[in-house]
């Protein structure tokens, strides 16, 4: 099992950037794929980022392509989610989650206790 743990969310303008980090402790993520949810009021858990393990390839929802950066520093056992050009819709709960490289959140195995990030007009 891997514990998780999320910090960097905060409250921010609309236009500025965040950068998350999920430290893991427990056993090593290297052998892990990795990933970003987010979870807004009154919906569902949705996929942000993934990346693999050992080719480090990333994967991304449509809606944050081009905006977010998924990475992971095995070595220092972290996860990270920069995020710029940042949009109300944004506004969300994030949940870094180790055990697959799926959309789907069913597929991972452990999760953090999530870190609020709030995106004002």
């Known amino acids: 099992q891997v514990q998780l743990v999320e910090s960097g969310g905060g409250l921010v303008h609309a236009g500025g950037s965040l950068r998350l980090s999920c430290a893991a402790s427990?056993?090593?993520?290297?052998?892990?794929?990795m990933g970003w949810f987010r979870q807004a009021p009154g919906k569902e858990r949705e996929f942000v980022a993934a990346?693999?393990?050992?080719?480090?390839?990333?994967f991304y929802a449509d809606s944050v392509k081009g905006r977010f950066t998924i990475a992971r520093d095995d070595a220092k056992n972290t996860l990270y989610l920069h995020m710029n050009n940042l949009k109300p819709e944004d506004t969300a709960v994030y949940y870094c989650?180790?055990?697959?490289?799926?959309?789907?959140?069913?597929?991972?195995?452990?999760w953090g206790q999530g870190t609020q990030v709030t995106v004002s007009s």
């Open positions: 989650a180790a055990g697959a490289v799926q959309t789907v959140a069913a597929a991972y195995d452990d």
């Open positions: 427990g056993r090593t993520v290297y052998s892990y794929g």
């Open positions: 990346i693999r393990r050992g080719d480090l390839r990333t």
